[in-house]
């Protein structure tokens, strides 16, 4: 008798894990792609380019600049405002970095010298 409870909640526990997979490929499937700054790629002046863009969790950010004077850095609010990445901080310099967008509040900046203060920053907010 308990081999047949037994069976019965593992069937059980497989179909949860089928399941829950399938919600994640399904809302991976639904990702959009973003091209950050248009077709200039990430440069300066780029930090108003998601005004009127509505972003979601998952959605797929493309940083495509020349790796050799740029790069990509996560930060915080405060990193954002002040300009400065934090010592732990994810740095890109592929110059094709794509990142998938966490839910809420998404920060990024070049961190050389000027290049955020010239606009090189982006805030995105995924829902």
């Known amino acids: 008798m308990s081999e047949g409870r037994g069976s019965a909640s593992m069937n059980m526990v497989t179909m949860m894990i089928s399941l829950l997979l399938l919600l994640f490929l399904s809302e991976s499937s639904n990702a959009a792609t973003y091209n950050v700054g248009g077709p200039g790629g990430w440069t300066y002046n780029t930090d108003t380019w998601p ?18 004077i740029h790069n990509v850095v996560t930060v915080d609010k405060g990193g954002y405002g002040s300009c400065k990445a ?28 000027g290049h955020c203060q010239s606009g090189m920053k982006v805030f995105i907010n995924a829902v």
């Open 51 to 68: 005004n009127g863009k509505k972003f979601r969790a998952g959605d797929v950010l493309l940083f495509n600049y020349d790796s050799t």
């Open 86 to 113: 934090s010592g732990g901080a994810k740095v890109f310099s592929s110059g094709s970095d794509q990142i998938r967008l966490a839910r809420g509040r998404n920060y990024f900046i070049c961190s050389i010298p």
